[in-house]
């Protein structure tokens, strides 16, 4: 079991830790469609899978459009936000907020993303939200950087998510 930390507190991580050099599971979430949004495993594209509590934030929303600004010229990523928030209100966030450049998708009814991840915040305030995290998966289906974000109320390291897949290439 892994932890994070809340205002100072230590919030226990609850699921299946996935770490750099594992395969990445291969997962479904919810898309802002109500379709599935897979995620993991071996893909034609490096995937950017973010992970936040929720996107009504304002840490989560400006980690949001910063990617969203970030990956708007790398064709050779496909990039997946995942929050628990209702599909509904995802849609309402990136309608409000211009995103366009990724995919929002909810992990709210059985939190397998969460859970296959090593994400799922198990205790405090935040039990049942996801961790702030970031994972680079290479086109074979592995991890090549993890980010567990070590203080869920700050934002990640966007330059070594970024220099993470443009290595990937």
């Known amino acids: 079991m892994q932890t994070t930390m809340f205002k100072g507190t230590t919030v226990n991580l609850a699921g299946n830790a996935v770490n750099v050099g594992d395969k990445a599971p291969v997962v479904s979430a919810v898309g802002i469609d109500l379709n599935d949004v897979e995620i993991g495993g071996a893909k034609d594209k490096i995937q950017l899978i973010v992970t936040v509590p929720s996107l009504e934030t304002k840490t989560c929303a400006a980690e949001t459009r910063r990617f969203n600004e970030d990956v708007n010229n790398l064709d050779i990523c496909e990039t997946t936000v995942i929050s628990m928030d209702l ?3 995802s849609e309402r966030f990136c309608t409000t907020e211009g995103i366009e450049n990724l995919t929002v998708a909810s992990d709210y009814i059985d939190k397998a993303v969460s859970r296959a991840y090593g994400v799922l915040m198990d205790d405090n305030k935040l039990k049942g939200l996801s961790a702030r995290a970031v994972f680079v998966i290479d086109r074979s ?13 700050a934002e990640p390291n966007y330059t070594a998510a970024l220099d993470a897949i443009k290595e990937a290439r």
């Open 141 to 153: 289906g592995h991890v090549v950087y993890k980010e567990i974000v070590s203080e869920v109320t």
């Open 87 to 89: 599909p509904f209100a």
